[in-house]
């Protein structure tokens, strides 16, 4: 079962995403509220994947991105987005993300996107 490290500034919106992934059939390893956890519970963790948030204090889901990928070259990783941040959707895919899932989230889309990057 691939495990699954949420990053996310919005405790609810960590609370849906943990919800549609574990009913998907997925194991939720940790949570993060902002950049720089999310960097420390990788390297904890090792996840599978990593659902990040573009928009977060502290360290923006960019920059996260940016040091987990040089930490472990081999990390997969999806951007959260709302509508309108396709200038950063695009830096982040540049930078090495595999997806984004713009918010709020659909469950299938989720799934669908995790499922095909996961293989």
């Not at 009913?23 to 950049?35: L, N, R």
């Not at 709302?82 to 659909?106: H, L, N, R």
Request: proline share 3%; with cysteine; aromatic share 4%.
């Amino acid at each position: 079962m691939a495990k699954i490290l949420i990053v996310d500034d919005a405790a609810f919106m960590r609370m849906m995403l943990k919800d549609i992934l574990t009913k998907g059939g997925f194991e939720v390893a940790g949570e993060a509220a902002d950049g720089n956890e999310a960097v420390a519970k990788y390297n904890e963790l090792k996840p599978d994947l990593v659902t990040l948030d573009i928009t977060m204090p502290n360290k923006d889901g960019i920059q996260a991105l940016k040091e987990i990928k040089a930490a472990d070259p081999g990390a997969v990783c999806v951007m959260c987005s709302a509508m309108g941040q396709q200038s950063m959707v695009i830096e982040a895919i540049q930078s090495g993300a595999k997806d984004f899932i713009v918010k709020p989230f659909q469950a299938d889309r989720v799934l669908e996107s995790i499922r095909k990057i996961l293989g």
